[in-house]
C-alpha cells in the first residue's frame, strides 16, 4: 500500500463515459501519451489510494483520456470513481537532471533571482496553452514568471532551491522596490 506522499497525481476523473462503466480522464502531467500504455492507477477514495487494474486507457487530446477499469462495469459502478484523483508511486517517473523539472516537483522551492535577490517560494506550475507560468508567492503577492529555459540558471533539488535571471523589471512590476516603500 503506498501513502499519498510516495505518490504524483496523475489526474483526475472528470465524468463518466457511456453507460458500461468507462469515464473520461484528465490527465494533468506534462506528457500525457507517456502514460497511455498504464495497466493500473490509485484512486483516492476516503484518503487512502486503492489501487485499480486498467482494462483500456486511450489518450484523447488536450489531456483527456478515456479509460476503463477493470471491476467497473456499469454507470452506477464508475460513481464511486468519479471527480477522485488519480495517482501513480513516484519511483515510475524517470529522474529529472540540470534545468528540467516535473511542475509538481518544484513546489515549494525558494526562488532566488540573480538580480533581485529571495522572490518567494514556487506555489505551482500553470500551464495556460503550452506556455508555463510559474506562480511564486512572496509576502503574499503573486509573481508570475514564464517557465522558459532561459530564465531557469539552475534547479538545486537537495536544498530545494530555483535559481533564476527574471527579465529586468518584471519582478519589480509585482513586489514594487523598496524605493517605492
Known amino acids: 500500500m503506498y501513502l499519498k506522499e510516495e505518490c504524483f497525481r496523475l489526474g483526475s476523473v472528470a465524468r463518466l463515459h457511456g453507460y458500461k462503466g468507462e469515464v473520461s480522464i484528465f490527465l494533468d502531467v506534462d506528457n500525457p501519451q507517456d502514460y497511455k ?18 482494462e483500456h486507457l486511450f489518450i484523447r487530446n488536450k489531456g483527456f483520456a478515456v479509460a ?6 456499469s454507470e452506477k459502478k464508475a460513481q464511486i470513481v468519479l471527480k477522485r484523483g488519480l495517482y501513480l508511486p513516484l519511483e515510475v517517473l524517470p529522474e529529472t537532471e540540470g534545468t528540467d523539472f516535473y511542475y509538481f516537483e518544484i513546489e ?6 540573480k538580480n533581485f535577490g529571495e522572490v518567494g517560494r514556487v506555489q505551482k506550475v500553470i500551464d495556460l496553452s503550452g506556455n508555463p507560468i510559474i506562480q511564486i508567492i512572496s509576502n503574499g503577492k503573486e509573481v508570475l514568471i514564464p517557465k522558459q529555459d532561459e530564465f531557469i540558471l539552475d534547479i538545486d533539488r537537495e536544498n530545494q532551491i530555483m535559481n533564476i535571471c527574471a527579465p529586468s523589471g518584471l519582478i519589480e512590476m509585482y513586489l514594487g522596490t523598496e524605493e517605492e516603500e
Open 37 to 54: 500504455n498504464l495497466e493500473s492507477v490509485f484512486v483516492e477514495i476516503d484518503g487512502k489510494l486503492i489501487p485499480f487494474f486498467l
Open 108 to 113: 515549494d522551492y525558494l526562488v532566488i533571482d
Open 68 to 73: 476503463k477499469f477493470e471491476t467497473i462495469d
